[in-house]
């Protein structure tokens, strides 16, 4: 009895060769795709119809929220101010986030609730503020992994196990 012959032809070598490129060149379609970068659009842009619209003496801060929506913040200081806040950022695969442009809507109110000014100012008017990087001491010692451990030793298992559950042992009792 003969057995099989082995046959490996010319087309059999091709498919092999046809799918590792295949899958070559998908792997680096998936890796190139991850890496790409990324602009969002965040916040509130009030649209230049809208804008116009605005009268300053004239509307209240109901016809200005018809208007252009809800602010995304108001002032916490001085006069009553609505913030329509919006900004373009972009983030490469897993670098920082980094703002390309900022829009910032302010509209000052008076105390009768009527629009007195409308602002309009972008990136370069903001202002870097330091964090503090301080940090509150607490009271007491801070004890490392070993001082806990032993610390612990002898405070579990003191309530006696003839007890059953939902009695009380303590001074009081």
Known sequence: ?????????????????LATHA??????TVILTACAKDVYLRGNVPLPE???QLAP???T??????ILGT???????GNETWYYISAHTTQYAF???HELDRSVLALDFDE???LISARQLNLEDGIDVAIAQRATPTKGREYNLLEQLIGNIGRFGTQSTRDGPGTRTGPNE
């Open 71 to 77: 602010p995304a913040t108001t002032s916490v200081f």
């Open 112 to 114: 009768r609730g009527i």
């Open 1 to 17: 009895m003969q057995r099989g012959i082995i046959r490996y032809d010319m087309n059999t070598k091709k498919r092999k060769t």
């Open 23 to 28: 899958a070559v060149i998908t792997v680096a």
């Open 57 to 59: 003496g004239e509307q």
């Open 61 to 66: 801060r109901q016809d200005v929220q018809s």
């Open 95 to 97: 670098y920082p986030v």
């Open 50 to 52: 809208s804008l116009s």
